[in-house]
């Protein structure tokens, strides 16, 4: 998902930020499907990932200043999850 990021700019339009969003949420859904864990495991990780689509949801939306804050929002709860996941 880091990688979606990487060349992000200043200048994005709100279509720049829904696609974005778009190709996140087919790597969580990707994730999701794949997902083989159990336990408690599994339900943090399926808590994570609903944290990230609350910042997709925005980002999806027509405010470019919401849509720019959820974005670093998503960059931060991303780069956080090293520490909570293997």
């Keep these: 998902m880091n990688e979606i990021f990487h060349h992000a700019n200043s200048d994005e ?3 720049d930020y829904h696609k ?3 190709q996140i949420t087919s ?4 994730i999701l499907s794949s997902c083989t864990m159990t336990g408690q495991g599994h339900e943090e990780l399926h808590k994570y990932i609903n944290l990230l689509l609350e910042e997709v949801k ?3 939306g027509n405010d470019i200043d919401l849509a ?3 974005k670093s929002n998503l960059i931060e709860k991303i780069s ?3 520490l909570y996941f293997e």
Aim: aromatic share 6%; no cysteine.
């Design 20 to 22: 974005q969003a778009d």
């Design 13 to 15: 339009s709100v279509e």
């Design 27 to 30: 790597i969580i859904n990707d």
């Design 80 to 82: 956080k999850y090293p």
């Design 58 to 60: 925005t980002m999806k």
């Design 68 to 70: 720019k804050k959820a």
